[in-house]
C-alpha cells in the first residue's frame, strides 16, 4: 500500500515561514491535498491539488508538488496557524492520509 | 451553507454492531461522493470508507468484509453499518464531502464527528 511520509512536528517562530512536508513514491505523478485540523475540531481543506486554495484559506498558505515531496509553504505564520495538518492522496481508489505534522508557533 | 451531521456513534462491545448516519444539507447530495474518515484519540486520520455518486463503494482492507457503507439521496443521508466491531476501530468517525474520486478529489467538507467506543 501506498504510504505518505511526514515529519511529526515543525517549529516556527511568528512571522516566519513554515515549511510542512509529505514524501511519498513518486507523489509528483499524484495529486496531493492538505487539511489543517485544531484541537477538538474536524479537519479544514487548507490547499488542494497540489497548489489550489479553497475560498477563505489566506494567500499565506501555498503548495507545491514534485519528485517524490509535496510541500505546505505557510507564510508569515500567525498563532492561529498552530495546528496538525495531513497531506492526502488517492491510490488505487483508496484514500491515504500521511501521519501528520504538528505545526507549533514559538 | 454545506453542513454534515453525524449521529449513531456509541459504545459497543467487541464483536457488536453500529450504524452510523450523517445527515447532509446545503448542497445537491446527489451528485457527489461522500466518504467517512476515522480518527483514534491522539492519532491521525484514517479513511474508513466512501461511495460514489452512482452508488459504488470502495473500502480500504481494514475494513473490507466488515463494514458497509451505503445512501439515500432521496433523504440526503450516508451511512456507515459496522460490524464484527474490534477495539482498534475506536475512533471518531468523520462524514465528509468527496469532489470525485475518479479525479483523486479532496474532501472539503467535513462534520463534526460521532465518537464509537468498542470496549467490553
Known amino acids: 500500500s501506498y504510504v505518505l511520509t511526514q515529519p511529526p512536528s515543525v517549529s516556527v517562530a511568528p512571522g516566519k515561514t513554515a515549511r510542512i512536508t509529505c514524501g511519498g513514491n513518486n507523489i509528483g505523478s499524484k495529486s496531493v491535498h492538505w487539511y489543517q485540523q485544531k484541537p477538538g475540531q474536524a479537519p479544514v481543506l487548507v490547499i488542494y491539488y497540489d497548489s489550489d486554495r479553497p475560498s477563505g484559506i489566506p494567500e499565506r498558505f501555498s503548495g507545491s508538488n514534485s519528485g517524490n515531496t509535496a510541500t505546505l509553504t505557510i507564510s508569515r505564520v500567525e498563532a492561529g496557524d498552530e495546528a496538525d495538518y495531513y497531506c492526502?492522496?488517492?491510490?488505487?481508489?483508496?484514500?491515504?492520509f500521511g501521519g501528520g505534522t504538528k505545526l507549533t508557533v514559538l | 451553507e454545506v453542513q454534515l451531521v453525524e449521529s449513531g456513534g456509541g459504545l459497543v462491545q467487541p464483536g457488536g454492531s453500529l450504524r452510523l448516519s450523517c445527515a447532509a444539507s446545503?448542497?445537491?447530495?446527489?451528485?457527489?461522493?461522500m466518504h467517512w474518515v476515522r480518527q483514534a484519540t491522539g492519532k491521525g486520520l484514517e479513511w474508513v470508507s466512501a461511495?460514489?455518486?452512482?452508488?459504488?463503494?470502495y473500502y480500504p482492507g481494514s475494513v473490507k468484509g466488515r463494514f458497509t457503507i451505503s445512501r439515500e439521496n432521496a433523504k440526503n443521508s450516508l451511512y456507515l453499518q459496522m460490524n464484527s466491531l474490534r477495539a482498534g476501530d475506536t475512533a471518531v468517525y468523520y462524514c465528509?464531502?468527496?469532489?470525485?474520486?475518479?479525479?483523486?478529489?479532496?474532501?472539503?467538507?467535513w462534520g463534526q464527528g460521532t465518537l464509537v467506543t468498542v470496549s467490553s
Open positions: 492526502q492522496v488517492w491510490d488505487s481508489s483508496s484514500g491515504v
Open positions: 446545503g448542497f445537491t447530495f446527489s451528485s457527489y461522493d
Open positions: 461511495i460514489g455518486t452512482a452508488g459504488d463503494p
Open positions: 465528509a464531502r468527496g469532489l470525485g474520486i475518479a479525479a483523486a478529489g479532496p474532501f472539503d467538507y
